[in-house]
T-cell receptor, first 111, second 110 residues
Framework: NAGVTQTPKFQVLKTGQSMTLQCAQDMNHEYMSWYRQDPGMGLRLIHYSVGAGITDQGEVPNGYNVSRSTTEDFPLRLLSAAPSQTSVYFC??????????FGPGTRLTVT | GENVGLHLPTLSVQEGDNSIINCAYS??????FIWYKQESGKGPQFIIDIRSNMDKRQGQRVTVLLNKTVKHLSLQIAATQPGDSAVYFC?????????FGQGTRLTINP
């Protein structure tokens, strides 16, 4: 299994641009989540999904959209990038157990 | 809702010594408390979890202690090795959400 994969690894955007961060998992996990990690801070939940077709907001959802059309994929869309969205983004998945599997992250810079 | 914090942002220990990383939480009705390890440039990695009806759980070289009376969680690493250098996060698994503390950076001195 590849586990949780994320693309791209690095991205630079200009303010106002939009983009989609890709996340995929091949473990048939029901639960998937997106987190952002800022320097010196823990991970903060952006959006999560408990299954295909079901998504909900986390702690910091503003400026981001998600969809879950398949079990495997959970893309995160930035609608109009802002410098405050400069961060490292992690996607994670889990089954009904507590262990979350994290992807390698996408480092995003917005100028 | 759940809230998680850590006592120290950094911890430095001698190689071979035991490490103790502490964490406090508030207002949690969660069933699970979980420790993650994050090495530089990587995503967090699950270490060990403990259910709220337990006060101690042991893994390989790691022990987690839970004191619900004072809402305190700790991770003990025995015989700390260079490969243990990382940031350690305590977290609370809610019904759907995982809430993280801010992390403790563990540095190993040779």
């Amino acid at each position: 299994n590849a586990g949780v994969t994320q693309t791209p690894k690095f991205q630079v955007l200009k303010t106002g641009q939009s983009m989609t961060l890709q996340c995929a998992q091949d473990m048939n996990h029901e639960y998937m989540s997106w987190y952002r990690q800022d320097p010196g801070m823990g991970l903060r939940l952006i959006h999560y999904s408990v299954g295909a077709g079901i998504t909900d907001q986390g702690e910091v959802p503003n400026g981001y959209n998600v969809s879950r059309s398949t079990t495997e994929d959970f893309p995160l869309r930035l609608l109009s990038a802002a410098p405050s969205q400069t961060s490292v983004y992690f996607c994670a998945s889990r089954s009904r157990g507590v262990e979350q599997y994290f992807g390698p992250g996408t480092r995003l810079t917005v100028t | 809702g759940e809230n998680v914090g850590l006592h120290l942002p950094t911890l430095s220990v001698q190689e071979g010594d035991n490490s103790i990383i502490n964490c406090a939480y508030s207002n949690s009705a969660s069933d699970y408390f979980i420790w993650y390890k994050q090495e530089s440039g990587k995503g967090p990695q699950f270490i060990i979890d403990i259910r709220s009806n337990m006060d101690k759980r042991q893994g390989q070289r790691v022990t987690v202690l839970l004191n619900k009376t004072v809402k305190h969680l700790s991770l003990q690493i025995a015989a700390t090795q260079p490969g243990d250098s990382a940031v350690y996060f305590c977290s609370i698994q809610g019904a759907q959400k995982l809430v993280f503390g801010q992390g403790t950076r563990l540095t190993i001195n040779p």
